[in-house]
């Protein structure tokens, strides 16, 4: 099965983007209705930077990732990301953190920022070159990766 990927600019949507990811949390999260399916797309659709979309055969959003425009000191933050259970170990995750980093090189980010919440999260991203900067008691760690 063959995706595609789309980076579109957060708070400029256009189309029906909205409703291809109110579908994609109603289907992909057993706990949401549709209400709260929207309220989780206007969350990641909101804000600044960029989101990157990977997209199946039939157009529908399969998973998607966040990342934050370039702060001042020059670090970007990956953010949310997620991918439908149906279409889980198929790499998409995996190149929705390679997107990611590239679109944030593109930005001039000096380096990249993610939190981790989950020891195997951690080893991931460590295996494409993130290194651990802190660990938090509660909430887990904190990785940076260089860009240049």
Known sequence: MSYEYEIHTRGDVQGNLFEKLVRFFFESEPHHDQDEAAVSAEAILEGDGNIVLAMGPDGGVVGYGTL?????????????????????????????VKLRLEEAQ???????????????????????????????????????????
């Not at 997620?82 to 198929?90: F, I, K, L, T």
């Open 106 to 148: 593109r930005e001039g980010a000096e380096q990249v920022a993610v939190n981790a919440a989950h020891e195997f999260q951690v080893r991931f991203l460590q295996r494409l070159g993130f290194e651990i900067v802190d660990k938090y008691p509660f909430s887990g760690w904190e990785l940076k990766k260089c860009c240049r």
């Open 68 to 96: 934050t425009n370039v702060s001042d000191r020059g670090t970007a933050r990956m953010e949310a990301a997620h991918v439908h259970p149906d279409h889980a170990q198929r790499g998409i995750y995996s190149n929705l």
